[in-house]
């Protein structure tokens, strides 16, 4: 019932059926790779191949085999081996050589973490990309920038889209460069040593990393899962850029603010047909919500004993496949949101303009100061901003009127005030720091280097 809350195809990460096919790959290319490198007999893994490529397994009937036996993998040998006594027993005893219940789990859970990989890298390149797009059209588009929930100065929003498009750049380019170290084949034995395997070890994974796409690291990483759990850190770190996004234009899109809207879809709510809730936004903040705690999780997963855990990688498994779900979510969620954005430019001005002007103290400040010193300046701001607020009269003709009554009024400082709360004016820093990210993003683009994850 809480599928309203993903995009329709969310259900195709990390499925059953996907999770069985990842295993059975393994087995097979296990296999394969074991007799390219005259570790068994080629007739035995064409056996073991064919009864990969054949085997029915049903998943209910795996997750109870599991549940007895404590162990995924050794719940999907027990159909191939069925098969192959049936039908090709000259692979039997080759089935699984040199390997252990976890090397197939993990390489597994490598598999579908790389198509996850890809599924999110697309839906982030997919947002960053509108996101550039509304910063191109609204670089000096005036709004009011807010500091503990508060009215602070003039910005742009196109500049605070640029700023949530360069974040989605860095979480690109970290999750493309911990990829390589952490999507990578798990080849350990029984207790990580490669004991059966010998020798022929090193070629054997190398073999097996071919077959399947997958990185080979030269070691076990049955309990050492730092560069694994980096790479879903970093999806954690993309979760929270995205919720700060969705609820930055979930405040922008209240009614009394009104300076966003999602694209309308009909009714929304069950009691007020007037209501335009902004329900990609909507989904985006669920999304995101437990992502800080399932990051938490697969940290504590971490201390595991000795050779295997007892327990804890048995739990990482369980949840990480929860903390991709969650934030390839909220990206679709606020892809979907920018392609139907509706950016109320006058009412940010209304805004800005309501205000009298007070948003711009700190740039009036800076002109009086010269000529009052930096303090007296600051107080006599203060001084007439409060009136500005009370008498609804811009902050810069009070303060032309201050200076009048304290001696210190001249044209030329006038003209420095009124040019100071002009909101043309003060929109051009935030407008050129958006082309600025903009040109940054663009640069680092062309620069990303060719990775194994697209092999």
């Given at each position: 019932?809480?599928?309203?809350?993903?995009?329709?195809?969310?259900?195709?990460?990390?499925?059953?059926?996907?999770?069985?096919?990842?295993?059975?790959?393994?087995?097979?290319?296990?296999?394969?790779?074991?007799?390219?490198?005259?570790?068994?007999?080629?007739?035995?893994?064409?056996?073991?191949?064919?009864?990969?490529?054949?085997?029915?397994?049903?998943?209910?009937?795996?997750?109870?085999?599991?549940?007895?036996?404590?162990?995924?993998?050794?719940?999907?040998?027990?159909?191939?081996?069925?098969?192959?006594?049936?039908?090709?027993?000259?692979?039997?005893?080759?089935?699984?050589?040199?390997?252990?219940?976890?090397?197939?789990?993990?390489?597994?859970?490598?598999?579908?973490?790389?198509?996850?990989?890809?599924?999110?890298?697309?839906?982030?390149?997919?947002?960053?990309?509108?996101?550039?797009?509304?910063?191109?059209?609204?670089?000096?588009?005036?709004?009011?920038?807010?500091?503990?929930?508060?009215?602070?100065?003039?910005?742009?929003?196109?500049?605070?889209?640029?700023?949530?498009?360069?974040?989605?750049?860095r979480s690109r380019q970290q999750l493309q460069a911990l990829a390589a170290p952490a999507l990578c084949v798990q080849l350990g034995g029984a207790v990580g040593n490669r004991a059966t395997l010998g020798a022929s070890a090193a070629a054997v994974e190398q073999a097996l990393a071919r077959r399947l796409g997958l990185q080979a690291c030269g070691y076990s990483w049955h309990t050492q899962r730092d560069a694994w759990l980096r790479l879903a850190m970093e999806v954690a770190v993309c979760g929270g850029s995205l919720a700060k996004l969705a609820k930055d234009w979930s405040l922008m899109s209240q009614y009394e603010v009104g300076e966003l809207h999602e694209a309308p879809r009909g009714s929304t709510s069950s009691a007020m047909p007037h209501k335009r809730n902004p329900v990609h936004c909507m989904q985006a903040v669920a999304q995101t919500q437990p992502v800080p705690q399932l990051a938490a999780t697969l940290l504590a997963c971490m201390a595991q004993a000795h050779e295997r855990g007892l327990g804890e990688w048995q739990a990482e498994v369980a949840h990480a496949a929860s903390l991709w779900r969650h934030v390839h979510a909220a990206a679709s969620a606020l892809r979907s949101a920018a392609e139907g954005l509706h950016v109320d430019s006058a009412r940010m001005q209304q805004h800005i303009d309501g205000l009298q002007g007070v948003v711009y103290s700190e740039a009036l400040a800076q002109v009086l100061a010269p000529v009052l010193s930096k303090p007296a300046a600051q107080a006599a701001v203060a001084e007439c901003a409060a009136q500005a607020l009370s008498q609804a009269q811009p902050l810069h003709l009070l303060l032309g009127r201050w200076l009048e009554q304290h001696g210190s009024a001249d044209s030329q400082l006038s003209h420095a005030l009124a040019a100071a709360a002009d909101p043309r004016q003060a929109v051009q820093a935030s407008a050129q720091g958006c082309q600025d990210l903009l040109a940054l993003i663009h640069t680092t683009t062309d620069k990303e280097p060719a990775h194994a994850l697209h092999q």
């Open positions: 019932m809480h599928a309203y809350l993903r995009p329709q195809d969310a259900d195709t990460l990390f499925t059953d059926d996907q999770w069985i096919e990842a295993m059975l790959g393994f087995e097979s290319a296990l296999a394969q790779a074991q007799a390219e490198c005259g570790v068994i007999p080629h007739d035995a893994a064409q056996a073991i191949a064919q009864a990969c490529a054949t085997v029915q397994i049903d998943a209910q009937a795996l997750a109870a085999r599991a549940h007895s036996s404590g162990a995924m993998g050794m719940a999907i040998l027990q159909p191939v081996q069925q098969w192959l006594r049936a039908h090709r027993p000259e692979g039997l005893d080759w089935l699984h050589w040199g390997s252990t219940t976890q090397d197939v789990v993990d390489t597994a859970h490598a598999l579908l973490t790389r198509d996850a990989l890809q599924r999110l890298l697309a839906e982030l390149q997919a947002l960053q990309h509108g996101l550039m797009a509304l910063a191109q059209r609204h670089a000096a588009t005036p709004m009011l920038a807010r500091s503990l929930m508060q009215p602070a100065q003039v910005t742009s929003f196109g500049f605070k889209c640029a700023q949530s498009a360069a974040a989605l750049q």
